[in-house]
Every structure is written in C-alpha cells, then in structure tokens.
C-alpha cells in the first residue's frame, strides 16, 4: 500500500541540520501519522507520498517546505511588567503567548534589555534546511473517525 491522502503511515525518523547533528528523531522507535493533514511539515509529507513500507529515504527540506524563513516581523519587546515580578527570566526560556488572532503560540526568549524582554515568536527550526532519515515502517488506511479528526487515533481511542 502506498502512502497517499487518508493513510496512516508509521515511520521511524531522525531529522539532522546541516552539519549531522541530531535536532529530533522519534520518540520509542516510531512515528505515526495521518497523510494529508498538514500533520508534517509539506517538504516530508511530499516526499513520503507515494512510498511504501519497507522504503528507506534522506530528504532534504527547504525553509519554504519546512518551517518557513525567520522573520523580523515575529521579533517583539515586551515589557517586563507583563511577566510575573519574581520570574527568573533567562535567554532561550520558552513560554506559551497568544498571537495577533488568538491563537496559541509558543515564544523563544531572545534578550534581556533593562526595561523589556524580546521575544522571538519564529519556530526554533525556521530558516533551517532540515535532513530526514526515514524508514517506513507501515501503511494502513485511515479509519472514518481518523479521517474526520485530522489524526491518527490509538488503539486505547482518541481521548477527546
């Protein structure tokens, strides 16, 4: 069976920057998910589709089919009163924020000024090309419940 639209397909992976080192790979051997969901990144979701199990493959992302490119515009100051007084800020500290729409996103603190934090709201992989190993393990069709929840489902149920 190949990997097309409404399949789940489970993969081993380890996904690498350009210098070899290890960024993720998953998590007790596996990694399962719906194609055609925008469950992955476009760049590996394209290249999985039409594969098989068994087939192994190293795919290289672009920024454009990955993360996007880093933009200035996700850059921000934020006052430090808006985080709690006795916070132990650090560069690198994430925390989760709400976006311009109301949407939940997560920010990368960047730098310490006297009178403000800036945050970086970019994903921590943006701008990155990324380089995936990939060992497809299974190929199976998406049940209806899979299909009309946009993910894949365990066999305990989907617990929502």
Same mark, same amino acid.
């Given at each position: ?31 399962? /998910? ?32 990955? /993360? ?93």
């Amino acid at each position: 069976m190949q990997i097309e639209n409404n399949k789940v397909a489970t993969l081993h992976y380890t996904l690498k920057d350009n210098e070899g080192n290890i960024l993720d790979q998953s998590e007790d051997g596996s990694f399962v /998910y719906l194609h055609g969901a925008l469950n992955i990144i476009p760049g590996l979701e394209t290249a999985l589709t039409g594969k098989t199990a068994g087939e192994e493959l190293n795919v290289k992302v672009s920024p454009d089919d990955g /993360y996007g490119v880093r933009s200035e515009e996700h850059m921000q100051e934020v006052p430090k009163e808006m985080f709690e007084s006795d916070a132990d800020i650090q560069v690198g500290m994430q925390f989760h924020a709400q976006g311009p729409d109301g949407q939940a996103l997560m920010v990368t603190v960047a730098e310490i000024k006297d009178e403000a934090i800036v945050v970086d709201g970019n994903h921590p992989l943006a701008g990155m090309e990324l380089n995936f190993d990939v060992k497809i393990i299974e190929v199976r069709d998406a049940s209806d419940e899979e299909m009309e929840h946009g993910h894949v489902h365990s066999p305990e149920g989907c617990g929502h």
